[in-house]
């Protein structure tokens, strides 16, 4: 159980790694925007699930509704993130910001 | 008259922290907060109250006073913002933009005062007009009942866990600003109109005062709610809980009317005709 518990958290962290990389290392605002949109909610996922999974090391109703409620903040996560990345791209595309391309 | 200003704050500010030099220690266990009150809440608020959250149990009865004067705080903030943006001149517009909407062609129309905004045909819309946005649309469409099911149970939930009156009416009012967004001001106008909002805080200010005038007329002090239990029916310690929830209620209320206020104020600055 706690291997998988390690593992989950340190993928969850791997995905927050690339994503903060991402978002310092890409060149302009949409690019900027993939990682802080994808890479966030699935670090997110992954962590929850390990604290979920960390929660319930010992099964009673009361841990049981703590963890439901944790997958319930990723459902949560999982339609509001990418929906406020969309608002944002959309609202930068209107504004007429124009995407980068690599030769002008 | 700027000078004047100046030497007022600098003289204040230095009264103020010239004041701060009594204070006791930092973290001082001798002081008297630690010595006398603190001890008395942590020992007496449940049996007084039967609140487990001491914090809700002190800012919503030993301290009622001044949660109610925040509330109205809270409402003269409102208030302030609605007298310094409001705009009731109706000035006469020299043209308005209306969409045909099986084309997507936008007329600009002159001397358009008694035309309808919305027609089947034709739809009034802003200069900063986007298209509807099926995505943004139906996530928030999804997200909004969450949310305003979870501002409810803050609030409800404000004895047992963190939270109350204040944070819940924050959230109601967040999720219908995020409605406001995700569709426009005119659509969340005929759902909670400027009045129902004013309404609504108005309402919560005085479901406040009067819990507490209600205490008045039992024969006790304002807000001292044990005199409530004739009325509830049970003992003064339940009648004590009971009251508390109220009062959350009254500040949910008198929050959330006033952040959805305060949204359509700046939002269309004042105007109400158009915005986001």
Redesign the interface.
């Known amino acids: 159980m706690d291997f998988f518990v390690i593992l989950l958290m340190l993928l969850g962290a791997l995905f927050f790694t690339g994503g903060s990389i991402g978002i310092i290392r890409f060149p302009d605002f949409f690019t900027r925007l993939h990682p802080a949109g994808k890479l966030d909610t699935m670090g997110l996922l992954f962590t929850m699930a390990s604290c979920s999974l960390y929660n319930v090391n010992d099964f009673n109703l009361n841990n049981f509704l703590v963890s439901l409620k944790i997958i319930f903040i990723v459902a949560?996560i999982f339609?509001?993130s990418p929906?406020a990345t969309?608002?944002i791209a959309?609202a930068g595309l209107?504004a007429g910001l124009v995407p980068w391309t690599k030769k002008r | 008259m700027k000078i004047i200003g100046i030497i007022t704050i600098l003289l204040s500010g230095s009264i103020m922290i010239y004041s701060t030099l009594d204070f006791p220690e930092w973290g001082d266990p001798l002081s008297p907060a630690n010595t006398h009150l603190s001890v008395y809440y942590i020992e007496n608020s449940m049996p007084d109250t039967s609140v487990p959250n001491i914090v809700t149990a002190i800012l919503a009865d030993y301290r009622s006073y001044d949660t109610m004067f925040e509330t109205t705080v809270i409402f003269a903030a409102g208030l302030a913002c609605f007298l310094l943006l409001r705009n009731f001149r109706k000035k006469k517009k020299e043209y308005s933009l209306y969409r045909h909407i099986p084309t997507g062609v936008t007329l600009k129309i002159k001397n358009s005062a008694d035309l309808a905004d919305d027609t089947k045909l034709f739809q009034r819309i802003d200069s900063t007009w986007?298209p509807f946005?099926l995505?943004?649309r139906t996530?928030?469409g999804?997200?909004v009942p969450?949310i305003q099911i979870f501002a409810l149970y803050v609030i409800a939930h404000g004895h047992h866990s963190p939270g109350g009156g204040f944070q819940g009416g924050v959230i109601f009012g967040a999720a219908f600003i995020l409605f406001a967004i995700s569709y426009s001001l005119r659509e969340s106008l005929k759902i909670i109109s400027e009045k129902t909002a004013v309404i609504l805080s108005c309402v919560g200010v005085m479901i406040y005062a009067g819990t507490g005038l209600l205490c008045l007329l039992f024969g006790s002090n304002f807000l001292n709610y044990g005199s409530l239990a004739q009325i509830l029916f049970t003992d003064p310690v339940s009648a004590r809980s009971l009251a508390i929830l109220f009062v959350e209620i009254g500040v949910g209320l008198a929050v959330a009317g006033v952040m959805i206020w305060l949204y359509y104020n700046i939002s269309s600055s004042g105007k109400y005709n158009q915005g986001l």
């Open positions: 949560f339609i509001t929906t969309h608002a959309d209107r | 986007v946005d995505v943004t996530a928030s999804l997200i969450f």
